[in-house]
Nanobody, 114 residues
């Protein structure tokens, strides 16, 4: 079955950086676009970034554009989210997802202190 395991979250000061990783299994990873979502307490889950199956096109939410970079390594079945210039409002649980499937991982917590 589809499994997604996120890692790399943590506590960082505003202006700092983190790199999130998502290890995928149970499907042909290289054939599927991938997304990163986040959900802050009391808020709905929102799409942060998306990448095509080949990694040749990316899309970002306006709130993270220019600060976050999504990438993938199809040989490793992994997708990444490089987060720079972090702000307190980036604090959330972050999840990766393959749109074709309904599966979600456990997420990784990102906390940005001011």
């Amino acid at each position: 079955q589809v499994q997604l395991v996120e890692s790399g979250g943590g506590l960082v000061q505003a202006g700092g950086s983190l790199r999130l990783s998502c290890a995928a299994s149970g499907f042909t990873f290289s054939r599927h676009p991938m997304n990163w979502y986040r959900q802050a307490p009391g808020k709905e889950r929102e799409l942060v970034a998306a990448i095509t199956s080949a990694g040749d096109n990316t899309v970002y939410a306006g709130s993270v554009k220019g600060r976050f970079t999504i990438s993938r390594d199809n040989a490793k079945n992994a997708v990444y989210l490089q987060m720079d210039s972090l702000k307190p409002e980036d604090t959330a649980m972050y999840y990766c997802n393959a749109p074709r499937f309904a599966s979600w991982g456990q997420g990784t917590q990102v906390t940005v202190s001011s």
